[in-house]
């Protein structure tokens, strides 16, 4: 996988890409309280999905939500994105509640959902295009150092149907990055790409995120993922949901030849030992 250094937007506004934020922004960045939603089912059921999640996240810090299928995690990534309001609590993104969809938000989904009459490049500078922040060869250029980022520089006018689902995916992973969120969603990401693409995509995200000072929340099932990639993995009991455990991981980054060290090892069954209890429904997660 190509590594590049990719040039920020806001280099190219003329900001101070690596201004230090705002200490309320340190402090909670995302903050939820109490957060609560429901659907509204068949008939008159009602579905809670989430029951007062409680998660307070620093800008910066890359967070995993794990738990068994069903228990709310992609109910939770839609709240914090805006796409969904919640029932109750409080969920708020630099002290402000979050109402709607932002610019300073992207989410990945688990399928990529990429326009089929764009080629690749133009699927990468479509949200830049969206959202007015450059335009032209300026966005063609940046998508393009973005696509040499994620391996695909020799598909850049190849067409969504012509790639696989993990080379979609990396196209999907780029045309996120490519708005500059502040806070990135993920949402199974890598879930259908091949071990050995997924490996080198966990690294690269990593690094991008790093420098781009990007937070991210990433839901994922498989346990190795998040602890290759959290400074914390929050592990949610079955629906409804709830976070029931807050595992720090305090394993140095990078962390690319960390995978097979005892200490990694150590965290994987930690957490395997939660997500079992939590999937048992045992209310502490011990
Ligand atoms: N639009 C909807 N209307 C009604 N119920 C919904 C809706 N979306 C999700 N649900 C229900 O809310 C619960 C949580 O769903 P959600 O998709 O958030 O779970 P999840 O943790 O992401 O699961 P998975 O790991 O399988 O992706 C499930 O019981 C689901 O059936
Ligand atoms: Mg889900």
């Known amino acids: 996988m190509a590594t590049a250094q990719v040039t920020t937007l806001h280099d190219k506004a003329g900001h101070a ?24 089912g068949r ?3 009602i579905v809670h999905a989430i029951d007062r999640v409680d998660l307070s996240v620093k800008r910066g810090e890359f967070v995993c939500l794990l738990g068994p299928s069903g228990c709310g995690k992609t109910t939770f990534l839609n709240a914090v994105a805006g796409f969904l309001p919640i029932s109750s609590g409080e969920l708020t993104l630099r002290g402000k509640p979050i109402e709607k969809p932002g610019p300073d938000r992207a989410m990945v989904f688990q399928q990529p959902g990429l326009l ?17 922040k450059i335009r032209g060869r300026q966005a063609a250029a940046h998508a393009g150092a973005l ?3 994620v391996g695909l520089s020799d598909f850049a006018h190849s067409y969504p149907h012509q ?29 259908s790409v091949d071990a050995q693409t997924r ?9 991008i995120c790093k420098r781009a000072e ?8 498989d346990i190795g993922e998040a602890v290759f990639l959290a400074d914390r993995v929050c592990v949610f009991t079955r629906r409804p949901g709830r976070i029931v455990r807050d595992v720090r991981v305090r394993l140095p980054k990078p ?16 957490v395997a030992g939660v997500l079992g209890s939590a999937a048992a429904g045992k209310a502490n997660g011990t």
């Open 147 to 149: 696509l040499k980022l």
């Open 255 to 270: 962390r690319d030849e960390a995978r097979l060290k005892p200490e990694f090892l150590a965290y994987v069954q930690e």
């Open 163 to 191: 790639l696989s689902g993990g080379m979609q995916q990396r196209v999907n992973l780029a045309r996120a990055l490519a708005v500059e969120p502040e806070l990135l969603l993920l949402d199974e990401p890598f879930a």
């Open 214 to 221: 990007v937070t991210a929340l990433f839901v994922t099932h």
């Open 116 to 132: 089929p009459w764009r080629d690749v490049l133009h699927n990468v500078t479509y949200g830049l295009e969206m959202s007015g």
């Open 17 to 40: 890409a690596s201004s230090s934020p705002a200490p309320d922004e340190t402090s909670d960045y995302l903050r939820a309280r109490n957060v609560s939603l429901a659907y509204a």
């Open 43 to 45: 008939g008159n059921d």
């Open 199 to 207: 490996e080198a995509l966990q690294v690269e995200l990593l690094g």
